[in-house]
T-cell receptor, first 112, second 115 residues
């Protein structure tokens, strides 16, 4: 079992839809959770960052972490064609281990 | 300001050839990471430097993989006797400090194809 599980999709939605992306993780010691966006042939770029449980909102994006169920979510409101990309969830290794542990990534297409 | 840069962007190698991939982190960033991303997969950790010290190399898949950062800035990932399974995108990331939760900033990656 992978430490971070993510449905790879693909996910296709019409412009303006609300998108929900989800991951689960296995290690309760994980504290830092990130969502990265990766366009084709580009490196990942940090979209949202959350420490421990709770919600964080930034414009059209909301990240949620539920540590009791080991579940992390990213919501995109009023989705745009420019949001079409692969969305990767990641967490930082426990203790002093700084490596990022990643999900597979979900491919999202927002159709105009 | 300049972000993380990597070179070459694309590399085609014949099986058995040695390759060297370069990463220029953001100036002043202490931490540097290498990841390997196979097609359709999330990145997988390879190794981590704090300044010139290689603190974690647990993700290097075999002794054919070697990384260095001799002066604490530029890093090179070397792969000896390349195999077809080494074909992937190699991503470099840097972060300014060493504390937990510091943001990692990624370069565009080097796409390696081994024939």
């Amino acid at each position: 079992q992978k430490e971070v599980e993510q449905d790879p999709g693909p996910l296709s939605v019409p412009e303006g839809a609300i998108v929900s992306l989800n991951c689960t993780y296995s290690n309760s010691a994980f504290q830092y959770f990130m969502w990265y966006r990766q366009y084709s042939r580009k490196g990942p770029e940090l979209l949202m960052y959350t420490y421990s449980s709770g919600n964080k909102e930034d414009g059209r994006f909301t990240a949620q972490v539920d540590k009791s169920s080991k579940y992390i979510s990213l919501f995109i409101r009023d989705s745009q064609p420019s949001d079409s990309a692969t969305y990767l969830c990641a967490t930082e290794g426990a203790g002093n281990n700084r490596k990022l542990i990643w999900g597979l990534g979900t491919s999202l297409a927002v159709n105009p | 300001g300049a972000g993380v840069s990597q070179s070459p962007r694309y590399k085609v190698a014949k099986r058995g050839q040695d390759v060297a991939l370069r990463c220029d982190p953001i100036s002043g960033h202490v931490s540097l990471f290498w990841y390997q991303q196979a097609l359709g997969q999330g990145p997988e950790f390879l190794t981590y430097f704090q300044n010139e010290a290689q603190l974690d190399k647990s993700g290097l898949p075999s002794d054919r993989f070697f990384a260095e950062r001799p002066e604490g800035s530029v890093s090179t990932l070397k792969i000896q006797r390349t195999q077809q399974e080494d074909s992937a995108v190699y991503l470099c990331a840097s972060s300014p400090l060493v504390g937990a939760g510091e943001t990692q900033y990624f370069g565009p990656g080097t796409r390696l194809l081994v024939l």
